[in-house]
């Protein structure tokens, strides 16, 4: 310890869990760094943001700013996929004490001659430490302060910010205080930040009654494309064990020709390597990767770290299991549920280097067939240091790889898998209905530390869950939470084309489970019945697409509205003009009017200056004045409004000129 070093550096932000884990950031965000950084006394202090891309054996430097009460803030522009790390440093800088103290002499008419000399002192010592051209230009400063006649032009070479940012930069360090810890962010690309995701089940896409194929997917491309997804998600696509085949509606017992559940891997076809017959060959898939890069569309698989009876581990591995007394393995249990279909693996067995070994291979074997998004089913079944290997093991194969935690779990389960690593995180989205509920979970996602590592990705439905808001709203229902989904996350997704034809039928009063769940039957469908509301999808894509306002999910403000059934929120962009507001009325059933207060000053409108509200959605054009408005939301026909305000370029006449 140097007893001469007088800086303190607390409360650094942002760290998780003290530098645990690292934060979360997309290529080309801004990475802000705020610290309480000070020292005793009064003499001024200089903070500096250290930081470097982990590997790398240079740190680059940006000089920090005063905030107020002692903090300060600095920030640097993240580059490609990868680990950067980042630390602070600050001093006392006595040069930049002694300008400030000579400018308040001088000013006060002060005889300054001995403040000069004491200037040129410390000008000397910095010399020695200095390289050869900067030691040089110091020597010029002391010369113009020692023999400089006129204490007026003196002073002015004192006070020059470029002879103190030279001292500091080369020679003011020596008794620096260094931030102990070297927190880490990681970064990802983009899509991490903002996707729009489609799930279908490739077995239901065959005509005529018969069984789909990956080849089915390939020809659902375009009208994917058309909807404006970016992410085709299939769930597993592997042989199904035919030993305790769930039957339709669940049932324990199959019939003959029921498909079973494409999450009960594994069969005398292969496990999780391996594509199920019906579908195609790996071949299939990977024409069908390549041909959704065509659309630009990725596909996403489902990644279920659980067996059938039937699967290849349970003869090749059976200490990956647990077996009971009776001499018959474990199945899958959720009292007093059963998952007769389904063998869990036991994280806790002896083996665990091998298992884990294993389970890292399915990863990077699909990678190797071009796949870089992973739904990961069930991940809170499984421990969390596997996780963080795994994902660490994945990352450092390629940086581009995404995984999406479908953890529908207690919040501090789900907080710790995206702390471990994983990309986006599914939510409790689905069960915030109210403008109170929906607020104070946004609030609670995009302002507390949660921000910093978890990215949520917003679904209104899943194979599994069908809400009640779904199943007794209709139509209205399905598009007021499409219309929330879309603007609130800059990732969300559904579950077509049940979704898109308002399909919402539940198995019995009080389940969430969809009647003739496509879980356990192949279901055909028509995918443009009357009553579908394909057009409204393509519309928010394609809002999603053209403005960057919605294409992150932090940027969320909510503003008044005097009806408590409309919920009314600003999406900031970094351009103010770029900013974008939404209102949805959250009642199926009713029509509802609300007045809205709009913030004028995030898009430049002047009090008194006329501008035009432009619905994205609708596409009507106002011209407005005043900073509120009344809207009428028929959930019938136009649930939601996407505002842009423009403000005038030119003249009045013409919307032509507004920008």
Same mark, same amino acid.
């Given at each position: ?51 470097? /891309? ?20 600095? *920030? ?84 020059? +910010? ?5 001292? *500091? ?7 620096? +205080? ?88 594994? *069969? ?11 579908? !195609? ?88 067939? !071009? ?9 809170? +079944? ?42 986006? *995180? ?104 009357? !009553? ?71 898009? !430049? ?38 505002? /842009? ?15």
């Amino acid at each position: 310890m140097e007893g001469r070093a007088r800086i303190a550096i607390e409360v650094v932000h942002p760290q998780i869990d003290c530098g645990r884990f690292p934060v979360q950031r997309v290529t080309g965000d801004e990475m802000v760094v705020q610290a309480d950084v000070f020292s005793d006394g009064h003499d001024e202090v200089v903070a500096l943001l250290l930081y470097r /891309r982990m590997g790398e054996d240079d740190w680059q430097e940006k000089e920090m700013r005063r905030l107020d009460n002692d903090r300060w803030e600095g *920030s640097f522009v993240l580059g490609e996929p990868g680990f950067y790390q980042y630390t602070l440093m600050g001093w006392v800088d006595h040069f930049r004490t002694w300008q400030r103290d000579l400018q308040k002499r001088f000013e006060a008419g002060q005889d300054v001659a001995v403040d000069l000399q004491i200037g040129a002192k410390i000008l000397e010592q910095a010399v020695g430490e200095a390289n050869q051209e900067d030691a040089a230009r110091l020597r010029e400063a002391v010369t113009a302060l020692t023999v400089e006649r006129e204490q007026e032009g003196a002073v002015a070479l004192g006070l020059d +910010t470029r002879l103190s940012d030279l001292v *500091s930069t080369c020679c003011a360090r020596g008794l620096a +205080t260094r931030y102990p810890k070297e927190l880490v962010v990681r970064v990802d690309r983009k899509k991490a930040l903002f996707s729009s995701w489609y799930e279908v089940f490739p077995r239901s896409l065959g005509a005529d009654g018969r069984h789909g194929t990956l080849r089915d997917c390939i020809a659902l491309l375009p009208d994917v494309s058309e909807l404006g997804f970016d992410v085709l998600y299939l769930p597993p696509i592997h042989p199904i064990g035919t030993s305790k085949r769930k039957g339709r509606a669940n049932a324990v017992e199959a019939q003959p020709g029921d498909p079973g559940s494409p999450w009960a891997i594994g *069969s005398e076809d292969g496990g999780h390597k391996a594509v199920h017959p019906d579908l !195609g060959t790996l071949e299939d898939f990977g024409d069908l990767v390549r041909e959704a890069e065509k659309h630009v569309i990725e596909i996403a698989l489902d990644l279920a770290f659980q067996c059938s009876p039937d699967h290849p581990y349970l003869k090749e591995h059976p200490e990956w299991f647990r077996w009971r007394p009776d001499g018959t393995v474990q199945y899958a249990e959720n009292p007093p549920k059963k998952y007769q279909d389904i063998v869990p693996i036991n994280f806790e067995t002896p083996q665990w280097e091998e298992l884990w070994e294993e389970l890292k291979s399915i990863v990077f074997f699909w990678m190797d067939h !071009g796949v870089r998004i992973f739904r990961v089913d069930n991940p809170h +079944t499984k421990p969390f240091p596997m996780w963080e290997w795994l994902i660490d093991q994945a990352k450092g194969k390629c940086q581009d790889v995404i995984f999406l935690a479908e953890a529908f779990t207690r919040p501090k389960i789900m907080a710790r898998l995206a702390k471990a690593g994983f990309t986006q *995180s599914y939510s409790y989205f689905s069960w915030r209905n109210s403008k109170g509920e929906l607020t104070e979970y946004l609030t609670e996602l995009t302002r507390g530390d949660t921000r910093e590592f978890m990215r949520p990705n917003f679904w209104p439905n899943t194979p599994d869950i069908l809400t009640e808001y779904l199943q007794y709203g209709g139509r209205p229902a399905f598009m007021i939470r499409l219309a929330l989904a879309a603007t609130l996350s800059s990732n969300y997704g559904i579950y077509g084309p049940v979704y898109e034809l308002c399909v919402g039928k539940p198995e019995k009063p009080g389940s969430e489970e969809y009647l003739d769940a496509e879980k356990y039957e192949i279901r055909h469908w028509d995918r443009k019945a009357s !009553g579908n509301i394909r057009e409204l999808i393509i519309t928010l894509n394609r809002i999603r697409r053209d403005h960057v306002a919605l294409q992150q999910t932090n940027n969320v403000t909510f503003l008044p509205s005097d009806d408590d059934s409309v919920i009314f929120y600003a999406k900031i962009a970094k351009q103010t003009k770029g900013s974008l507001l939404v209102a949805v009325n959250l009642d199926p059933f009713r029509v509802r009017t609300a007045r809205l207060q709009l913030p004028l000053e995030l898009f !430049g409108v002047l009090p008194g200056q006329s501008y035009l509200l432009h619905d994205l959605i609708g596409g009507d054009h106002s011209i407005w004045q005043g900073d509120t408005t009344t809207v009428r939301l028929d959930p019938q026909v136009n649930p939601a409004c996407i505002y /842009r305000i423009s403000t005038w370029q030119r003249r009045e006449s013409d919307f032509d000129y507004y920008f």
